[in-house]
C-alpha cells in the first residue's frame, strides 16, 4: 500500500452528528500544517489537520458521502495532537477526530475481529494475562528465533512480517510491588493498563521502587483494566466509556492522592475521563475528579522535593517525546530534568524529537506505509545523535523504535525514564 493509496469500501451516505461550534473553531490559518507528520510526509493538504477539519465539517453537513476515498484520510490521522500544541484558536483537534471515527463507527457494520482483539481481549485482564503467557511461548520457546534465522520471516506476507517485527516483550518479568516505605509521604497506585500489564510489567516495577525508593506507598487496585485508549482511538466509544466506568468504581475507594500512569497515552486518556462522560450524569462529576488525580510518572516525580542526585549511571541517551505526553499533556521538561539528575549520564538531544514515531495505538498495523516511513525517520535521528540508549515515556513508542533498530542492525537499548531512574538509584 502507498502512503496515498485508498482501498475502495461500500459508503456511508447523510450527515454525521458532530458539533459543528467546535469544527467551526478552526480558522484556517495552517499553523498546524508543518506540526503535522502525515503532511510533512506527503505535503498534501488531505493529510493536515486543517484539510481533515475540513472534510469533518464536509461530513457533518452531509455535503459529501463517508466513501472510502474520503474517510481514508481521517484514517491516516495518527492522533498524535501535535497540532493541538500550536494552534492559535485551541482547537481540540484529538476530540474532533475521536466523535468523528466515533459516528462513523456506528454506522458501519461491526468488525467481529476488532470486537475479539479490543473488547474480548485487552478489556479483559484475566483474558489477555491467558492470552499472552500463551503468545509469549513465540519467544521462550526459541520459536521466534528460529524463523528469523532461517529467513522464514522475510517470506511472510508483509502484514504477518509487520506483525512479527513488533511483537512485545512479552517474556519479561511481570510487576512486583515493593514493600511501602517505613514513613509514607503519600499514598497512590499505578495503573496497570493492558500492554504495560502484559509486556512491560517490569516498567511497572520500576517506577514503583522508584517512587517507594523516595517515600512514596504504592498500593494495589484490584478491579482495574484497560483505560479504553485503543478502543476511543478505533471509534469503539461505548467500549471505552465501559472501561473508563470501571476503572472509575475501581479507583475512587482506594483514599489515593494519586494516580500514577508510566504509559503516556493512557494517562493522557485518563486525563480525559471527564470529557468522555461528560453526558452521563451518574458519572461525569466522578470521571473529572478522578481524572483531577491523574499524574504521568515523571510529571509526579518531577513535583516531589528530590535530592540533588538521583543516582548515577554512565550512559550516552537521547530523548523520544511521546506524543501523548507532550502534545496532549504538554509535559516537555519533566522527563528531561529528571535524567538530568542522573550523574553520568550525558543526555543528547536528537532532531524532531517530539515528532511522532509512527507507533500510535494500532496504527503501525493498519497505516503501515505511512509507519514504516515514520519510524525510519525516527531511527535516523536516533543514529545522528550517536546515543547508545534511546529513552521514552510510552509502550508504543519504545516498541517501534526497538523495531526499528534492530531492523537496521543497531544495538541500541530502549529504556522508558522510569528503567533508568531505577537503575541508577540502584547503584
Known sequence: MTLTEARPLAPI?????????????????GMCLESCPTYLLTGLETESPRGRIHLMDALARGRIDATERAVVHLDRCLGCRACEAVCPSGVKYGSLIEATRARLDERKPRSRLRDLVLRGVVGRPAVLDAVARVASLYQLTGLRWLVRR?????????????LEALYPPLGRPRYRRPAAPAAPTARVALLLGCVMRVAYGDVHTAA????????????????????GALHAHTGDEPAARDLARRNIAAFEGAGLDAIVVDAAGCGAHLKGYGHHLADDPAWRDRATALAAKVRDVSEYLAGLE??????????????????????????????????????????????????????????????????????????DAILSTGAD????????????????????????????????????MSQ
Open 13 to 29: 451516505s447523510g450527515p454525521l452528528e458532530l458539533s459543528s461550534d467546535d469544527l467551526q473553531q478552526c480558522i484556517r490559518c
Open 150 to 162: 532461517t529467513g522464514i520471516v522475510k517470506r511472510l506476507p508483509r502484514r504477518l512480517r509487520r
Open 208 to 227: 514503583a521502587r522508584v517512587l517507594t525508593r523516595l517515600g512514596v506507598e504504592v498500593v494495589e487496585v484490584p478491579g482495574q483494566a484497560c483505560c
Open 306 to 379: 528530590l535530592p540533588a542526585s538521583l543516582g548515577r549511571l554512565g550512559m550516552r541517551a537521547t530523548y523520544q517525546a511521546a506524543c501523548h505526553l507532550v502534545h496532549a499533556q504538554r509535559i516537555r521538561e519533566q522527563p528531561r530534568a529528571l535524567l538530568r539528575r542522573v550523574e553520568g549520564l550525558e543526555l543528547i538531544e536528537m532532531p524532531a524529537a517530539d515528532v511522532c514515531c509512527g507507533s500510535a495505538g494500532t496504527y503501525n498495523v493498519t497505516q503501515p506505509a505511512y509507519a514504516d516511513a515514520l519510524q525510519r525517520a525516527k531511527v
Open 389 to 424: 540508549v534511546v529513552v521514552s515515556a510510552n509502550p508504543g513508542c519504545m516498541l517501534q523504535m526497538a523495531s526499528g533498530l534492530e531492523e537496521r542492525g543497531k544495538r541500541i537499548a530502549v529504556l522508558h525514564v522510569v528503567e533508568v531512574l531505577d537503575r541508577a
